[in-house]
């Protein structure tokens, strides 16, 4: 029965009978009063009830009526097959009786018993319909038989294929709502519930899940989680025992054709999990949440690191490195290591209870991270790394109109999605480092404790956490958590200071907001008056409205420099004014501190982005001194700044006269820098910036082996990442070299990267071809498409890829919709940040103004438009010059 033919007077009753606080009314307003509150054995669900994924309301509605959930599920895995068959028992209380709502999406569901008695169902938009007979107040159990399916992309349940000895493994991923892809369920993070498994797989094959295993194919119950946490995998895989870390073993899974590597890697790997596991409990006065901790290699996983209860699904490339590695990658794996685990803590014993409070897992599994690495490395520039490696994304993305508040509006868990990016990863986990500066180590502590302690194995919002602060800080954060967490953006800080004589007569600070809303913030920072011939004097500062004077400035020794965020305490774009630009870029040589020269180059860089300083100033100056930096990580982060400067902001005619200073510059510093790792980041850079026949035609002698890099190997993926970079160059051997080197690599990895490289191919065909395969092709994994966007959107390729342009943001619904988290943000980087005209501008603007997109997709469009923007602009500026 539609709602439109429910008689007017029972209509009439639902409205004024149920409101939103009466629980025996609930479900009355569930299916929005179409059926008689008399009985529900003869309910008729009406079409098009419940929408598509699972909205806020259904969710609220569903946990107040919900509780002590417990999922026994039992599935059946074979070799090749495209289903995964299986039965679930849930069992749960419930406060009334009445119809129930079961989230379960693409598979097909079969016979089904309500406490014992055969029942039907409607299944429809991703949902199973039960009907309120046969369930009563108190304990309920539903049995259902049903079958999943299983491909090698879009599909919860995924099957990775090892050509290298024809083993297959499997592996699922839920986050954030594709539990329900797999099996029936409430899915949804506040509906957190009690787990057993029991897998009948192949004898050769090795299952890992949540939960301990006797005899590795009946896990024990877990401890309550949220769907998206609960995973499986399976497959013939190796298992390397670990140490135990305070009670808590550990295990590392691989797969048979890389366990040697696996192998070698471990003991390096555990060695940071079990001082992570010591350290996170100590700080955190939380044992480790779960009763094991295993490690799962996947080839081809979409992302770093998924954190599932008790077992964490790692990229395999991510731990098993394909090039010779570096400090800074290995201490990039270390902070991904460290990320997953503090997510034990911050996501799985404490979940959000809804996606709009992503960063509460997210953002404190990344400061957690860099937090546990500084006492694991009390002598190693830590801060400085956590700057050079957050802060630039967060920033950007605060700057354009697409940005959102860290707490954001997630209406429906199908848009959640759209909430991961550089808001959560990157500037949650600066707020949290901002916060523990303004109200001290010790408060912060304690107030992270009191937070986990009270909301164990349960869920939490972001008033939660702030009020554990106030009460550890005895400081009301309420305002301080509206302007940084429920407001979008941040202050741009600028300083105006005069001098008389040799004395400084005023400095002032002043805040704008970027996006010109109006908005201000506490801000809290150091302020640093920086010497030419002598110590730097620095000052306090706490101002929250749109301009202050800095106490205590007046009768310092005039400065060279004034720079406004000493040490990377605050958050926000602090400018150099123009007399402290030039004094910077003078005195930068012999600046020792390498935390304060990487403020310093980071304050450059936002001048160039400000149409402060020119891009082809800010390329000379980097040409000279780079090869003064001895660090390799700041060295890469140098050197990804002149690549995008050299490939994004530079005109052709500039490009063109920088050319080959950038190649001797790096040509030479490969073969004479100080350090192995200097030498491997050096060659990095050059196969991302050759673009003259000399750099191209050294890229073709390090592959043939007549140039070597001193003390360091070429490994395969960087054989591949040079034949990339000739095919994108349009180098005239590239085919040539491409088809040799696909005959010599028949691994995956190389059947792989042979369809990366070939994406790069300037040719309209090629475009069409792979633009089709992007769309339509279910068979090429995710992580192929993904690895290929950048070249077949290469910089020097636009006018080949503009016209793909418009096709690239029609799809975004299809990408949202079909592909994993982080796929949109990657598309739309890829086809709009490669773009540098204002035609592609207007072609995005077009789009925007004719489109009514998701507000999700829409605020996503509009981060890389405004980036777009910026670099038309200044473009536009060099050219006027």
């Not at 741009?492 to 200071?497: K, L, N």
């Not at 400095?507 to 996006?515: A, G, N, S």
Request: hydrophobic residues 40%; charged residues 25%; contains cysteine.
């Amino acid at each position: 029965m539609r709602p439109s033919e429910f008689p007017e007077a029972k209509k009439g009753a639902c409205e004024s009978d149920c409101n939103r606080a009466s629980l025996s009314c609930v479900w009355v307003r569930f299916f929005r009063c179409v059926f008689s509150l008399a009985g529900f054995a003869a309910l008729a669900f009406p079409a098009g009830l419940p929408e598509e994924g699972v909205s806020r309301d259904l969710a609220r509605d569903r946990a107040l009526l919900i509780s002590n959930v417990r999922y026994g599920l039992k599935v059946e895995l074979k070799k090749k097959a495209p289903t995964m068959p299986g039965h679930i028992a849930i069992q749960f209380d419930l406060k009334t009786a009445g119809p129930l709502i079961l989230d379960y999406r693409d598979g097909v569901a079969g016979k089904m018993k309500v406490n014992g008695t055969d029942q039907a169902f409607g299944q429809q938009n991703g949902h199973l319909t039960i009907p309120g007979a046969n369930l009563h107040a108190g304990a309920n159990q539903i049995d259902l038989d049903f079958e999943s399916g299983i491909a090698t992309a879009n599909r919860a349940i995924t099957r990775v294929n090892d050509t290298q000895d024809g083993a297959e493994y499997l592996y699922t991923l839920f986050v954030p709502m594709d539990a329900s892809q797999a099996f029936p369920c409430f899915d949804q993070p506040d509906l957190k519930a009690r787990f057993t498994l029991e897998v009948n797989a192949p004898p050769d094959w090795k299952v890992i899940s949540n939960g301990p295993s006797a005899d590795g194919s009946h896990f024990e119950q877990t401890k309550p989680i949220s769907t998206y946490l609960f995973a499986f995998a399976a497959g013939p895989f190796e298992e390397i025992a670990g140490p135990s870390a305070a009670g808590t073993p550990l295990r590392l899974f691989v797969r048979h054709s890389q366990a040697a590597r696996g192998r070698e890697e471990w003991p390096r790997v555990s060695g940071s999990v079990v001082q992570g596991i010591t350290r996170m409990s100590d700080y955190l006065a939380q044992p480790f949440p779960f009763p094991k901790y295993d490690e799962v290699l996947i080839p081809g996983f979409p992302y770093g690191g998924m954190e599932h209860a008790g077992a964490t699904f790692l990229n395999e490339d991510t731990i098993l490195f394909r090039t010779v590695p570096t400090a800074n990658d290995y201490n990039r794996r270390e902070i991904t290591v460290l990320h997953e685990l503090a997510h034990q803590w911050f996501g799985d014993l404490v979940t959000m209870r809804w996606f709009n409070d992503l960063w509460l897992k997210e953002g404190f599994a990344q400061y957690m991270a860099y937090h546990t690495q500084a006492e694991m490395q009390p002598s190693g520039p830590v801060w400085k790394r956590f700057y050079e490696s957050i802060k630039p994304a967060a920033y950007q993305i605060d700057g354009t109109h697409g940005a959102t508040p860290i707490y954001q509006q997630i209406p429906n868990l199908k848009d959640a999605k759209s909430a991961y990016g550089a808001i959560v990863y990157e500037k949650a986990p600066s707020l949290l480092r901002l916060l523990s500066f303004n109200i001290g180590e010790d408060a912060s502590r304690e107030g992270i404790r009191t937070y986990l302690r009270e909301h164990a194995y349960a869920n939490a919002e972001w008033s939660d956490l702030i009020g554990a602060y106030s009460r550890a800080s005895k400081t009301d954060l309420i305002p301080w958590a509206d302007a940084w967490i429920k407001q979008r953006g941040m202050p741009q800080v600028e300083t105006t200071w005069t001098c008389s004589g040799k004395q400084l007569s005023s400095l002032r600070v002043t805040q704008r907001d970027d996006l010109g809303e109006g908005h201000v913030w506490p801000v809290k920072t150091q302020i640093l008056l920086g010497y030419k011939d002598g110590p730097a004097a620095l000052l306090d500062a706490s101002f929250g409205q749109a301009s202050a004077s800095v106490p205590g400035a007046a009768g310092k020794v005039c400065p060279d420099y004034v720079f406004g965020n000493n040490e990377d305490h605050a958050y926000g774009r602090f400018l150099l004014d123009l007399r402290s630009q030039k004094a910077v870029v003078d005195q930068l040589p012999g600046i020792s501190d390498p935390f304060l020269r990487a403020l310093l180059w980071g304050a450059l860089w936002d001048n160039v982005r400000d149409l402060r300083m020119t891009p082809a100033a800010y390329a000379d100056f980097s040409i000279r001194m780079i090869p003064e930096e001895k660090n390799p990580e700041s060295s890469a982060t140098l050197l990804a700044r002149l690549r995008e400067d050299f490939t994004r902001y530079l005109s052709d005619t500039e490009r063109a006269a920088v050319a080959g200073k950038v190649e001797d510059l790096l040509i030479g510093q490969i073969q004479t820098a100080a350090t192995p790792d200097l030498r491997i980041t050096y060659f990095r850079s050059l196969i991302g910036m050759s673009t003259t026949t000399r750099g191209r035609d050294a890229l073709k002698e390090f592959l043939a082996g007549r140039m070597t890099i001193p003390e360091v190997p070429i490994k395969q993926r960087d054989r591949w990442n040079i034949i990339a970079a000739l095919t994108g160059a349009g180098d005239p051997s590239a085919a040539e070299l491409l088809d040799a080197e696909s005959r010599h690599d028949t691994t995956d990895e190389g059947r792989k990267y042979a369809w990366v490289s070939a994406a790069g191919v300037a040719s309209a065909a090629t475009k069409t071809k792979y633009f089709a395969d992007y769309l339509t092709s279910s068979k090429i994994q995710e992580d192929w498409i993904t690895a290929s966007l950048g070249g077949f959107n290469r910089w020097n390729q636009t006018e080949l890829t503009e016209p793909y342009l418009k096709q690239a943001l029609d799809a975004l619904p299809q990408m949202k919709r079909e592909r994993k988290i982080f796929f949109v943000n990657g598309w739309l980087s890829s086809f709009v940040d490669n773009q540098h005209s204002a035609t592609a501008l207007k072609t995005v603007d077009n789009f925007l103004a004719a489109n009514r997109a998701d507000p999700d997709l829409r605020l996503k469009i509009l981060e890389v438009r405004d980036e777009l923007a910026k670099t038309v602009r200044i473009r536009a500026a060099a050219r006027a010059r």
